[in-house]
């Protein structure tokens, strides 16, 4: 079946979106030329808004509101500048920030090794974590990245470069569904591997 450019349009751009097949893209482009005009103009306008309203923190790469140096929880007084948690992406800070227990900053690192993705330690936000622990200040550094093959590598690797440091690094403790993500972790779960964390040896 020949279907309209414009909404041909909406399924191609829609199956490229991560977990949507060519069928799960074609009943939503029909959903949107039903729905009201209102909603679709709502979710119009905050795609385009994604892209110019969000930048990343110049100190730890969270995402921050444009037009902001820092997110809030770099520039918050509150929080203690002496504990950084090193995480892959965004949505793990918001795994933990949804426990509530952590006091510290964040460093998100914006991936993780993975020599078959060919990503190296240059496309990731390394050198501004060892320079933030140069510059001192860091007490101790918790390496949060994710409990798979990439992320333990991450850590691994990480632990070496901190290690000419005097900083105490840490890793998440086991507990955490081995080749999962951070970000579905349950909080309980979470929490425990924060509080069991341990001293890489
Ligand atoms: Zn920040």
């Not at 979106?17 to 482009?29: D, E, F, M, V, Y």
């Not at 809030?72 to 227990?101: H, K, N, T, W, Y």
């Not at 632990?159 to 993500?181: H, W």
């Amino acid at each position: 079946m020949l279907l309209p450019a414009p909404i041909q349009n909406v399924i191609q751009a829609l199956s490229r979106l991560p977990g949507i097949g060519p069928k799960t893209a074609s009943r939503l482009a029909f959903f949107l030329l039903n729905a009201p005009e209102e909603l679709v103009g709502s979710l119009a306008d905050s795609l385009r808004e994604l892209k110019i309203g969000i930048v990343q923190c110049q100190t730890c790469f969270n995402i921050t509101t444009a037009g902001r140096q820092e997110c809030e929880i770099c520039a918050s007084s509150e929080r203690d500048p002496g504990l950084v948690c090193v995480v892959e992406e965004p949505l793990d800070v918001l795994a933990l920030e949804r426990m509530g227990a952590y006091q510290g900053r964040y460093h998100v690192l914006q991936g993780a090794l993975s020599p078959i993705e060919g990503i190296g330690p240059d496309d990731l936000r390394m050198g501004e974590l060892l320079e933030r622990v140069r510059l001192g200040g860091v007490r101790e550094v918790i390496l949060a990245t994710n409990p798979s093959m990439e992320g333990d590598a991450t850590a691994m690797y990480l632990g070496q470069q901190l290690a000419r440091f005097p900083v105490k690094v840490t890793r998440l403790a086991r507990g955490l569904p081995v080749g999962g993500d951070l970000e579905y972790a349950d909080q309980s779960t979470l929490l425990r591997a924060l509080l069991g964390r341990q001293e890489l040896g």
